[in-house]
């Protein structure tokens, strides 16, 4: 073989293992090359240059990205954490974490502090260490109430963030989403419910992870919805939901009669809140993480590298 065919079967082999995440067994099967042979290639790929392999921290961020986004979307922050090889429950704690110590770091420290909840959430606050701040007060800015066997940690997720502050905690005593518009608004128009309200819109920073579109969702297994439902609501052109709300990829409410039978913030505090940061991670997640970025939802984002560079190449295809 020439030099050009040489460095074409090292690039594909490489291709295959690093990319494609296959084996040396199923390269060799498919080249006819013996699992020897293909684990020499990959070596000789090495040498060559082909593949360049990088030791990442865990807590390595990736600064030209984090300027990037701010620069492409108006964002007040952003926070962007390697991904490389790691599967999505791993890079959903890894993100979690990073959401975790950026808290921690915000200066002025958040003295009211509205909290959606969901399995990010709960990572974050897992990760989260006595004295991260002093005396916040952690306001619930949705319903978590579960509606199946199974309860949600929404109440218990934001009672550590509290707890872990030396804070005080208003919870919201009322399930996300209830069967009957009539029902949200008497639930509303008690002062146990209003009042939380109220708080959770005078909160200075809000946090909240948006959910995805997949039968995964917290809402399903909480019981607010069916597979079925969500699916309908994809069809609608719904992304995913922030704090228990749907929306399509231009961040606007995809289902109102829904809508209007949830029960927790309106979606414009967080456009207008001072500090309302979204910690998202993984590929499920894409569609949902631009229409909050780009929609001013979140002016701070906590991300993976995947995510961060599939909004850049959005926003990209756009100015085009």
Not at 307 to 318: D, N, W
Request: proline share 3%; hydrophobic share 45%.
């Amino acid at each position: 073989m020439t030099n050009i065919e040489d460095e074409a079967l090292l690039y594909q082999v490489a291709s295959l293992y690093y990319e494609q995440n296959r084996t040396q067994e199923q390269i060799g099967e498919e080249l006819h090359f013996t699992r020897w042979k293909v684990g020499r290639l990959l070596a000789e790929a090495r040498d060559a240059g082909i593949v360049r392999i990088e030791v990442v921290h865990p807590k390595a961020r990736m600064r030209s990205l984090e300027e990037r986004l701010r620069d492409a979307f108006g964002l007040r922050d952003a926070v962007v954490v390697a991904a490389d090889r790691v599967d999505d429950e791993r890079l959903r704690a890894r993100v979690a974490e990073a959401g975790a110590d950026y808290l921690t770091r915000l200066n002025p420290t958040p003295r009211q502090l509205g909290v959606s909840w969901g399995r990010t959430l709960d990572l974050l606050a897992a990760r989260l260490l006595p004295g991260w701040a002093t005396g916040v007060h952690v306001v619930q800015i949705n319903g978590g109430l579960s509606r199946s066997r199974t309860p949600t940690s929404a109440q218990d997720m934001a009672g550590r963030i509290a707890h872990l502050a030396q804070g005080t905690l208003s919870v919201l005593p009322v399930p996300s989403i209830v069967e009957q518009e009539t029902t949200r608004r008497l639930l509303e128009q008690d002062s146990a419910v209003s009042d939380v309200l109220d708080q959770a819109a005078a909160a200075d920073t809000v946090l909240f992870s948006p959910g995805g579109i997949g039968a995964d969702s917290v809402l399903v297994s909480s019981g607010y919805l069916t597979a079925d439902d969500l699916a309908s609501l994809a069809a609608a052109g719904a992304v995913g939901d922030v704090a228990g709300r749907f929306i399509d990829a231009r961040g606007a409410i995809v289902d109102q009669p829904l809508d209007d039978r949830t029960l927790g913030l309106p979606l414009e505090h967080l456009r207008n809140s001072a500090v309302s940061v979204a910690v998202v991670s993984g590929t499920a997640k894409h569609a949902v993480c631009a229409a909050v970025v780009s929609s001013g939802l979140c002016n701070t984002l906590v991300t993976d590298q995947h995510t961060a560079a599939h909004l850049l190449a959005m926003h990209q295809r756009e100015e085009l």
